[in-house]
Structure formats: structure tokens, C-alpha cells
């Protein structure tokens, strides 16, 4: 029978560890003393993580932190590193990935019980999914997605599991942050049978809450993408966040099938009414166009452009007229019904005039996914966060 050891470490980082990155120059800008190169603060070193690999001994109970000091690392990681804007985002998420990840592997070395596992894995789970939006943007140099969601799904699967082995046990546990969690993994698997089907069996009163995530799901996987959008606009911040990386394929999806339903020789459909069914806000106009061409998707001048109210979904067609109690804002969440504030209602000169005239044969399927980028809606819900700390630690929004 496998024997795990028991940590007893109560510092982020065991003080022979500290000793050799100090002397080999190893120390990250953050555990370094303002203005030193070579001197630590021993109390802001924080254990690195070190792959397992043949030949390395087995570590020792005092190389190992005990539950206290995983959850204060963690904790001083998000609340301390995490707002220190002296450096960008992506260098603090690339110091604190690394060392959330040791925390994650003693986490695995001690076989800690489930409770203790929630307690260090859940603010985990919300960093890298706040940081997977966050970062959506950036160069592969300084962002990989890939790693990223890769540690999310499992970090997401654990936490699941540990609720799981908790209701087996009859073990009590705060129902809100269940939720919370069930909720992440059905926004960050949006279009997943895997993740409906886990959801739709989850015991009446969690899916009973859980009934936009589900409902958003179950809409994804009937092709209707355009009530996926409109549901996207009602999560909470991190959910709508991750549901956001989610936003290009749904577009791929759709402009796919207007290739087909308005294809015409003749006809056109205005890039106005395109970015408001695709949720192109204001910021993402200038996209529009570059998606457009990315599809390889044919671009027409036409010389009357319709007014908002008169919009038409094609050119010289008698389709019916959106009018505002049509418009997809008007479902969003009371702190986004001040339309003067809304930059989707207004018109842009960037796609003013312009149409796209659809052809199934053109729309190249054969393209990649263009990346995910930052939503202003999205960006609206994550500013109006008292603390961000704190909502990775606690959920507090």
C-alpha cells in the first residue's frame, strides 16, 4: 500500500530551498528586496516547482508545506501578486502559475482529504479562468492558452471529483461554492455533452440553480448560437469570461450559416446587422471586417447604408424591420440597460455602408478559429468587481 507523506513546513518555502536560489541567483523579481538583484525577503520566497523524475529522492516531511501554509501561499499569491501592477499581468500570471503548480503537487504528494483540497484548489481554478480572458489577446510568447486550459480542466475535474467523494461520505459543505465551481466547468466547456450530461444529473436543488448554465449548453448544442450569445450577457463575470473564449467558434458557426441562408447573386446583408447578431461591440467593429476576410467572405459598398431602425437583413428585401424592443441588449443585466452607455447602439463609420454578400462556396471552413479577444461586455462586469482578490479567493463580485 502507497504511503504519503505529511508536510511540516510552515513557510512558502523551505529555508534550504531559499539558501540555494539565493545562491545560485535564482529569485524571482517578486520574492527579491526593492532595488536588490541578489538579497530575498525570506518571508516572500515561494517554493518553485520542480518536475518529478527518475533518480530525484524522495522529499523530506520538512521540504513539504503542511495545509496551513498551501492555503497561505495561495492566499498570498492572489491577493499581493496578483493586484501588483509594478510589472504586466503576464509576468505576474507566469509566477504565480508556476507556483500555484507546487502548490498543486503537494497538494497530490499529501493525498490531502477532500475538504482541505477544495480549500487550495477552488482560488486556483478561478485564477487561471480569470487569467484565461485576461491573457486571451496576448502573444504565444508571453501567453500559452493551451497550457492554460489544459490546467483548468484539470484543476476543475479535481474539485468536481472532491464534491463528488463528499456526497458519497454524507459529508457536509457550502452548497454556494459547489455551485459556483459546477457552474465554471459548464461555462468553460460550453458545447460539451460531457459537461451537460454531468449537469442535467446533478441533484435537483444545484440544477435548479444552475438553469442558465444549462440552458446556454443545451441551446449550444442545438445550433441556436444566438441565444448562446444572449445568455452569455447574463452570467456573472468570471462565468461570462470564460463562456467569452467560447465567442469566436460561435461566430465561425453562424457566419457558416448565413453563407448558406443568404446566399444571393443579387442581395447583400448590412455588416451592422452582422455585428449586432454576433455581438460585435464597438471596439470589435474593425474585427468584424478582419473575420470577414479571414472567412474569406466577399465585401460590397453599398451606396445607401440603413438606419438602425431601418435595418434589413438583406439589401432591397422586404425582411422585417428591427425595431429596439428586437435589439439582443435589451435582455442584458440591469447594470447594462443604460443604452447611452452601451457602444453597440451606436453607429460606426467602420461599417457604415458596407455589406457582405454571402456565398457558400466562398466561406472557408478550412480556416482556424480567429483567437478570442476581450469583450467590452465582459471587460464592464470584471471593472465593476470591488476586489478582484477577492473574488478569485472567495467569489466576492
Known amino acids: 500500500m502507497e504511503s504519503f507523506i505529511r508536510g511540516s513546513c510552515e513557510t512558502m518555502c523551505p529555508k534550504a530551498e531559499i539558501d540555494m536560489r539565493t545562491r545560485e541567483r535564482m529569485l524571482h523579481f517578486y520574492e527579491l528586496k526593492p532595488g536588490s538583484r541578489t538579497e530575498p ?14 533518480g530525484v529522492r524522495r522529499p523530506k516531511h520538512w521540504e513539504i508545506r503542511t495545509v496551513g501554509a498551501l492555503r497561505r501561499t495561495v492566499e498570498y499569491l492572489l491577493t499581493e501578486v496578483v493586484p501588483d501592477e509594478r510589472r504586466p499581468y ?16 503537494e497538494v497530490v504528494m499529501q493525498n490531502l482529504a477532500a475538504k482541505d483540497t477544495l480549500d487550495i484548489l477552488e482560488p486556483i481554478v478561478c485564477f487561471l479562468a480569470y487569467s484565461a480572458y485576461v491573457l486571451c489577446e496576448s502573444h504565444i510568447n508571453e501567453f500559452d492558452p493551451k497550457i492554460c486550459s489544459t490546467h483548468l480542466q484539470e484543476c476543475l475535474k479535481k474539485v468536481l471529483r472532491c464534491y463528488d467523494d463528499l456526497d458519497e461520505e454524507s459529508t457536509p459543505y457550502n452548497q454556494n461554492r459547489r455551485i459556483r465551481m459546477e457552474a465554471l466547468y459548464l461555462a468553460f466547456n460550453l458545447g460539451s455533452s460531457e459537461a451537460l450530461t454531468r449537469g442535467i444529473s446533478l441533484p435537483k436543488n444545484i440544477r435548479k440553480r444552475l438553469s ?31 463562456a467569452t473564449l467560447k465567442v469566436p467558434t460561435i461566430r465561425q458557426q453562424l457566419l457558416l450559416r448565413f453563407s448558406t441562408a443568404f446566399q444571393s447573386k443579387v442581395l447583400s446583408v448590412p455588416l451592422e446587422w452582422i455585428a449586432h447578431v454576433l455581438l460585435y461591440q464597438r471596439r470589435e467593429h474593425s474585427s468584424l471586417i478582419e473575420d470577414c476576410h479571414h472567412y474569406n ?57 458596407r455589406s457582405v454578400k454571402f456565398e457558400k462556396t466562398r466561406f ?34
Open 297 to 353: 467572405l466577399q465585401l460590397v459598398q453599398v451606396e445607401e447604408s440603413p438606419t438602425p431602425d431601418q435595418s434589413t437583413v438583406a439589401q432591397h428585401t422586404s425582411a422585417p424591420v428591427i425595431t429596439p424592443k428586437d435589439a439582443w441588449w435589451d435582455d442584458d443585466s440591469d447594470d447594462e440597460k443604460d443604452k447611452d452607455h452601451n457602444p453597440s447602439t451606436a453607429i460606426s463609420s467602420v461599417l457604415a455602408g
Open 212 to 242: 442558465l448554465q444549462l440552458s446556454m449548453n443545451i441551446e449550444y448544442l442545438r445550433y441556436n448560437f444566438h441565444r448562446v450569445l444572449l445568455l452569455i450577457q447574463k452570467l456573472p463575470p468570471l462565468e461570462a469570461a470564460l
Open 90 to 105: 503576464n509576468f505576474r500570471y507566469e509566477f504565480i502559475f508556476d507556483r500555484l503548480r507546487a502548490v498543486r503537487q
Open 364 to 397: 472557408d471552413s478550412s480556416k482556424s478559429v480567429v483567437q478570442p479577444r476581450r469583450m467590452e461586455l465582459v471587460d464592464r462586469k470584471l471593472g465593476a468587481v470591488t476586489s478582484i482578490s477577492g473574488m478569485l479567493l472567495e467569489g466576492k463580485c
Open 41 to 54: 525577503v525570506q518571508r516572500l520566497v515561494v517554493k518553485e516547482f520542480a518536475r518529478s523524475a527518475a
